[in-house]
């Protein structure tokens, strides 16, 4: 399977999020990045939101 095929797939299905913040920084708006991701305008509340479910935060620090 083509790579970015897989990946289109994978971010339709998995609920990948943009910090806004970043996606302003960049000038990036919905028709830059890949049908599925959602740009999230209050990131730092939905990281939150996501480590208190269970999820690991990880960056690159």
Do not use: F
């Not at 970043?22 to 509340?45: R, S």
């Amino acid at each position: 399977m083509n790579r970015l095929k897989a990946l289109h797939e994978c971010t339709a299905h998995c609920g990948v999020e943009l910090c806004g913040a970043t996606a302003q920084a960049h000038g990036w708006g919905y028709g830059d990045i890949l049908p599925g991701i959602k740009i999230n305008t209050d990131a730092m509340a939905r990281t939150t939101q996501l480590v208190q479910e269970g999820y690991v935060k990880i960056s690159e620090y």
